[in-house]
C-alpha cells in the first residue's frame, strides 16, 4: 500500500529560492534552467540550505528514468553544479527520501531501499554508511543533532524484527549504531512507516532535540518519536490531530521554530478519494498536542487551497507554507506565528504544479521546492506613505517659534516668529492655512524634531517665499538623533542676475552644488530635499554614498507626483553618510551672506505623497509610569506597554509600538507621536516575559480606572509634553488616572517599600507580618514601619503571579533626612504593630549600589528628591527557585539535642520539627515533628517521604516551637561559599531511596552537628553576663600568613600577629545594645569604652595578659535569654561574613553568668590554624613565638566572692588533661565533684552552684596531671 501510494503522487518539480525577510509579500522571478538543465524535467522532494550559502537539492529527471541527482550551490543559489548520486531500476520513480548536509564536501542522504550514502567530496563519490532492510525500507530521516551527532530513522518492515530502523552517529556519518530497544512495542510492529516520501520534511530537529513522524494502516493516529538529548534517548507518543477520522492521518511534514512552538502538516483518510484533503497544524508544547487545522486561506476553502510542506523560521514569527491550488503552485506566508496568513501565487507552467519542501539558511533567505519550475522570491513590505512631521505655522501672529513645539537651535537674537498669513500655492494642502516664518540674515536658529529615520527616502517639503538674496548660505536643514546641529542636505540660496539659484551641500563642504535655474524673487514656490538611504544605517560612519536630490516646483505646475529634480543625486565623497535623520532647523545665517524670505507649510516624510499631502499635527507625548502597584515579579527586562485608541497604540492590541524603556528599578519611561487634537483613552499592560509571546497577548492588562470608560484619558494637545507620573492599577479596585499609593505631605519624602516573600519558604503570611526598620524619622531601628500583604492583580485574566507574596507600605521620611543615604532592613514580626516582636531579620546582604557592606540596604538618596518607590526586594536576596526531580525517598532523621538542652535552647515539652525542601530543592517544603527516642535519652527522631532528585542536596532546617512560636535552629554551613541564608541551610544528599540522616556530633564545626536554638524568651531577673574571648585563633591565623580584612573597611588590614593584641578587641550586635548603635564598625566603635574588651585584670578579666579579653554587661528582665554579638580585633568587622555571628543563650538561675567564646569560632574555614574543638594550634609553634598564654597549669580565685548561689571557677592548662574539681568543707570532707573530663589546651571556665549548701567557707580543688592546687571560697546567703 505504502509504495503504491508513492508512486502515484510522485510529480515533477518546482523549485524556488527565498530570500525572506519581516514583510508582508512574496516576489517573484522565474527561472528556467538550474545546472543547463530544464527546470520543466526535473522533480524533487528533499533540499538543505545552510547558513553558508551552500545550497543542496534531491531531484530526479522527468519522464522517470531510474537516476536521481544531487544539486549544488556554494552562493545561496546564483550558480549551480549536478552530482549524479544513485540509480534505482526497482523503482518508477524517485529513490531518495531525504538529505542533510553539514557543508560543500559532506552530505547525506537517506534512501528508500533502507540505506544511507554518505559524500565528503561535494557529492563526486557516494558511499554507504548504514543498511538495515533487502530493498524494501524508506529511510526517510537523516538529520544532525550536534557538531559530528546524526540520527536517522526508517520504516518497520515485515522481515525485520526490530521494528522501526532508528540509529545514531557520533562520527560525522562515517558509522552507525541502532536502537533494538525501542520506547514504545508498537515501534515493532511491520507496517510502521516513517513520515512521507512523496513530499515534506517527516524528520526535524532543533539543537539537540529531534522529532520524528510515523503513521500505519491499520487505523491507528500518528505518533512522535523524539529525543532530547542528541538521540542519547527517546520517547515515542501517540497524536491527536484535528477532528475528523481519528486513523490513518499521515505527517509529511514537521518543523519546529524553537523546543514548544511547531507545525505539522499532512493528509487525511489514508487510501481513500479524500487522500489529499490536507492540514496545517500547530502545536505550542513541544509536539505533544496539537491545533484543530489552521486554514492558510479561509475565503477559498481547504479544498482548494492545500498546504503540503511547512517551514518555521527560528527567531522569527515567520512561516512559510507551500502546496497548491485549482490553478497551480500556491505559496502562504504567516508573520504572526501562524496566527494569519496571506496567500501568493508565484509563476508556474503547469496546473500540476505544487511546492513540496522548504528549507531556510537564515531569518532572510531560504528556498523552497515544488514541481515544474523554480522562481526567486523575496519577502517584502511595501512602503507605506507615512509623515513624520507636518507643520502649517497654525498659532497667532506673533507667537514665538520657541512656543509652537520647536526648540532652540542657537542664538536669542532675532527670534523666529509666527507671521500672518501664510503662504499660498494652488493645490497644495497647506495652501493659506494657518500663518508662516519670516526668517532674517541673521538671528536665532530653531529645530523642530521627529522620530529617526534610518532608511529608505526623507523628503523635507516646504513653501518658500524669497524677497532678498545676497552671496549665499543655508537656511534649511535636517539633522540627526545624536547632534541636531551636525546638519546633513544644507539647502543654500545665492543670488543669480534678478533673481537666485538653489544649491545643497551634504555637509560643510565647499563649493556647494548649485542648479542652473534661475528663480524670480518675491515668488512662492514648492521647495523638496530628498535624502536617499542607499545602505544600512550601520554602514554610515563608513559611506559615503547617500544621494541628495534637490525639487523647485513653480505656482501652477502639478504636484500629484515627484517631478524632475532641479540637482539630482547629489554625492559627496568626502562626507560621510547620515546614521540617520531627527529634526529639522531653519536657520538664519550670516549677514553678510544669507537671504531674506518666509518659508510655510513644512512637512516630512517618506514619500513624495507623504511630503506634499495635508499636514498632520503631532505632538511627542512623554508617558511616566510606576510599576510598584502590579503584584508581579517585573524586572528592567520585563514587558511594559501602552495600549488604546490611538493607532500607535495597537489600536488596542499587542502591535502597539509604545513600549516604555526602564529608566530605575520600578520607573519606566515612553514617547508617542500623537495626533493634536485627538482624544485617546489606554491602558497599560506589563508582563514579566519580554518579548511578549502570543499566548501572553491579553495577559497583562490593569485594572480599570475609575473614568466611565473604564481607561485613562489624554486630550492631545499642540506642544509637546510630559505627563505626571501615573501607577500602573494592578490593585483590585478601579482607581482614579493619577492616583498614589501613598498621600502626599509637604516637606516630607514618601518612600514606598517591597518585598517578596515566596523565596522564604518558612515564612507564614497568614500568621506572621512583615516590616521595615531603619535609620530614618519613625524607626531609628526600634520601630517597624508595618507593611500590608499586597491583594491579588484586580485584573483577573493578568493575574499571572500569586500576588499575596508581596508585601508593601510607606515611611514618611523629613526631607532633611536625604541629605545622606539611609539605611534600613525588613524584618518578619509576630504581630501587625511598630513595637511588635521581631521574629527574624535580614541577612547575609553583599555589597550593592543599594546594600551597604555591612548587611544594611540602603535608599540611595539626593537633596531635592521628592516622593520615590524602592524597586521590590526578595527577602534577604533569597529568589524564589523552582523544584525540579521525581524520585520518592524515605529519610530517616535524627538529631541530639543534648547540647540544646544544656543551653537552655530546648527542653523537655518543647515541640521539635525538621522541615525539608527549602530553596525548590524539594517538590514542597515539608514539616515534621521529631519525637523522643524513649522515656530517657536526647535523641529525637521521625521518618518522612520526601519527592526529590537522587544524587542531589535537599536542604533541611530544625525548628523548635515554644508557646506557639518558630524558632530556627543556629546553624551555618562553613563549607558553602554562597554565604548568607543558604549557608544557614543544612542539606542533605539524597544518596538512595531510603536513608538516615544522623545529626548527632558533638563538634561545633560539623554538618551532621547536634541541633542548638536561641533561647526568645525574656530574662526572669537582672543578670551581669561577663563575655569573654580567646584571640588565639586570630594570632596564630595571621602568623600562618592570612590577614584579617575589615568587610566594611577593606583597607585595613591585620598582617601581623603581634598586632592582634595591640589592637584589642571590642564587641558589636544587640548584646552591646545593638547593631552600630554605639559606633560602627572602625574608628567610630574604638571610641565606645562600653563595647571595648579587657585583657588587663579589670571588667571581669580573671587573668591579665592572657591573651582572653572580657566584657561585662548587665541586662534586665526586658532583654531576651538568647543574645546576639561579634567580636572584632581593633573594633574592624574582621571575624566573619555579613550575619554570621556568634548566638548564646543566658542562664538567668543566677546573677552572674559567663559566656565563654573563641574569636572566630563563626568562621572556622579562614580561622583554620587553630583547632576550635581542641582549643589549641592546629600545627605546635616555638614557645617564643606564642602570644602570652600561660605555660604552666593555673587555678584562678572563683569569681564572684563571697558569691550567692553561684559562682565562677576559671582555670588554664598548658596541654591536654584530664581533669578533675572537687569542692571540699573546711573539715576536709568532700561534697561534690564538680568535674572530671579530658580537657584541651587553654582557658576553662566551670559554673558552681552551691544553692544547696550551707553559708560558710569552702575549698575547691583541681588536679590536672601532675598539678594540684587549693584555693577557698565564701557562700553568703
Known sequence: MKTILRTLIVGSVLLLLVASAFGQQLQFTGLTTIAGDSVHKIQCKSVEYLPSGVIWIQAADVPYAQKDFAYLSTDHGATWVKRMQVSNPAYGGVA??????????????????GEILR??????????VASYADGDGWMDGVR??????????GDAISTDPNGVYLARSVDGGATWTRFTNLPGDSL??????????????????????AWASLYNTSNDPPSILKTTDGGTTWSWFRVTLPSGPAQNYIINSITFKNENVGFVVGRRAYGSTTAFNNYLCKSTDGGRTWSDTISVEPNVGHINAKPMTVRAIRGTNIVVAGGFGTAGAKAWLSTDEGLTWTSQSPPSLSVNADYRNLAFGSATKGIMVGNLAIALFTVTNPVTPAQYLGDDFNWPAGTPLLSANWYLGNSTTNPLMITSP???????????????????????????????????????????????????????????????????????????????????????????????????????????????????????????????????????????????????????????????LASVTLRQGSTSSA?????????????????????????????????????????????????????????????????????????????????????????????AVSPLPLSAEHQGWEQNSTDASGNRILIVGRRDTSLPLQFVNGTPDNKPQYFKPYVDQADSIDVWFRVNMAGQESFNKATQFMGVRGGFAGS???????????????????????????????????KSAFTSNVEYKFVILKTAEPAGEIIAWEDGLRAAPDAQAGGNRLILTTPGVSDTTLYWKWWANNPFVPFVGQDTVIVTVRANLSRAIAERGFAFGDTLQVRT??????????????????????????????????????????????????????????????????????????????????????????????????????????????????????????????????????????????????????????????????????????????????????????????????????????????????????????????????????????????????????????????????????????????PAVPLVYQLSQNYPNPFNPSTTIQFYLPTQSIVTLKVFNVLGQEIMTVLNEKLGSGNHTVKFDASKLTSGVYLYQINAGTFTDTKKMILLK
Open 96 to 113: 531518495v527520501c531525504n538529505i542533510v548536509a553539514k557543508d560543500a564536501n559532506t552530505a547525506l542522504i537517506g534512501l528508500r531501499t
Open 119 to 128: 559524500t565528503t567530496n561535494g557529492g563526486v563519490k557516494w558511499d554507504t
Open 144 to 153: 544532525y543533532v550536534g557538531q559530528d551527532t546524526l540520527v536517522a530513522y
Open 188 to 209: 515493532k510492529i511491520p507496517g510502521l512507516y516513517a513520515g512521507s516520501f512523496t513530499y515534506g520534511q517527516a524528520m526535524e530537529s532543533y539543537g539537540k532535540t
Open 422 to 580: 501664510g503662504l499660498t500655492f494652488p493645490g497644495h494642502p497647506g495652501s493659506g492655512v494657518g500663518g508662516a516664518v519670516s526668517m532674517l540674515n541673521t538671528g536665532q536658529d530653531d529645530y523642530r524634531p521627529f522620530a529617526p529615520v534610518n532608511s529608505g527616502d526623507v523628503y523635507l517639503s516646504f513653501l518658500m517665499n524669497v524677497s532678498a538674496v545676497q552671496t549665499g548660505d543655508y537656511f534649511i536643514a535636517l539633522g540627526t538623533s545624536s547632534a541636531q546641529f551636525n546638519y546633513i542636505a544644507r539647502l543654500f540660496l545665492k543670488s543669480s542676475g534678478a533673481g537666485f539659484n538653489v544649491g545643497i551641500s551634504k555637509s560643510n563642504e565647499t563649493p556647494q552644488q548649485y542648479g542652473t535655474t534661475v528663480y524670480n524673487l518675491n515668488t512662492t514656490y514648492l521647495v523638496a530635499v530628498k535624502y536617499s538611504f542607499a545602505g544600512p544605517a550601520a554602514d554610515s560612519a563608513n559611506s559615503t554614498s547617500d544621494p541628495i536630490s534637490v525639487y523647485v516646483v513653480p505656482s501652477g505646475s502639478s504636484i500629484a507626483s515627484e517631478p524632475t529634480p532641479e540637482i539630482n543625486g547629489y554625492l559627496h565623497s568626502g562626507k560621510n553618510d547620515a546614521a540617520d
Open 595 to 687: 537671504a531674506t524670505l518666509t518659508v510655510d507649510a513644512i512637512r516630512v516624510g517618506n514619500t513624495w505623497e507623504a511630503a506634499t499631502s495635508a499636514a498632520v499635527d503631532y505632538a511627542n507625548v512623554t508617558f511616566l509610569a510606576n510599576t510598584a502597584t502590579v503584584p508581579d515579579t517585573l524586572k528592567p527586562g520585563s514587558f511594559v506597554q501602552i495600549r488604546g485608541s490611538a493607532d500607535v497604540f495597537g489600536p488596542w492590541g499587542m502591535s502597539s509600538k509604545t513600549i516604555l524603556s526602564n529608566i530605575a528599578g520600578d520607573y519606566w519611561k515612553g514617547t508617542a507621536r500623537l495626533k493634536v487634537g485627538d482624544t485617546i483613552q489606554y491602558k497599560f499592560f506589563t508582563n
Open 780 to 814: 531609628d531601628w526600634g520601630k517597624s514601619i508595618v507593611l500590608k500583604r499586597e491583594d491579588q492583580h484586580g485584573n483577573g485574566g493578568s493575574r499571572q503571579y500569586d500576588g499575596t507574596n508581596f508585601w508593601s507600605g510607606s515611611a514618611r521620611l523629613p
Open 917 to 1186: 525542601g527549602y530553596g525548590g530543592t524539594a517538590k514542597e517544603v515539608r514539616t515534621k515533628a521529631l519525637t523522643r527516642s524513649g522515656l530517657t535519652g536526647t535523641i529525637f527522631t521521625t521518618t518522612d517521604t520526601v519527592i526529590a532528585a537522587l544524587n542531589k542536596d535537599v536542604n533541611y532546617q530544625y525548628y523548635v516551637v515554644k508557646s506557639g512560636n518558630d524558632v530556627r535552629e543556629v546553624f551555618y554551613d562553613f563549607d558553602d561559599a554562597s554565604g548568607g541564608s543558604q549557608a544557614e541551610r543544612r542539606k542533605m544528599k539524597l544518596t538512595s531511596k531510603s536513608m538516615t540522616v544522623n545529626d548527632t556530633t558533638s563538634t561545633s564545626f560539623d554538618l551532621r552537628r547536634m541541633p542548638r536554638f536561641r533561647n526568645t524568651a525574656k530574662l526572669s531577673k537582672a543578670v551581669a553576663v561577663r563575655y569573654t574571648v580567646d584571640v588565639r585563633p586570630a594570632y596564630y591565623t595571621v602568623k600562618s600568613g592570612k590577614k584579617l580584612v575589615a568587610t566594611n573597611i577593606s583597607q585595613y588590614t591585620i598582617g601581623n600577629a603581634d598586632s592582634v593584641i595591640t589592637w584589642g578587641v571590642w564587641m558589636n550586635g544587640p548584646a552591646v545594645g545593638g547593631w552600630d548603635t554605639r559606633g560602627a564598625w572602625g574608628a567610630a566603635r574604638r571610641a565606645d569604652s562600653t563595647s571595648k574588651m579587657h585583657d588587663d585584670g579589670t571588667h571581669g578579666d580573671l587573668v591579665k595578659n592572657d591573651s582572653v579579653y572580657s566584657l561585662v554587661w548587665n541586662y534586665t528582665t526586658a532583654d531576651f535569654l538568647g543574645q546576639e554579638f561579634k567580636f572584632g580585633v581593633g573594633g574592624f568587622d574582621n571575624e566573619g561574613g555579613f550575619g554570621n555571628n556568634h548566638i548564646e543563650n543566658i542562664d538567668d538561675a543566677a546573677a552572674t553568668y559567663t559566656i565563654a567564646s573563641q574569636f572566630g569560632s563563626i568562621d572556622p574555614k579562614f580561622f583554620n590554624a587553630w583547632n576550635f574543638d581542641l582549643k589549641k594550634p592546629q600545627t605546635p609553634t616555638a614557645v617564643d613565638d606564642q
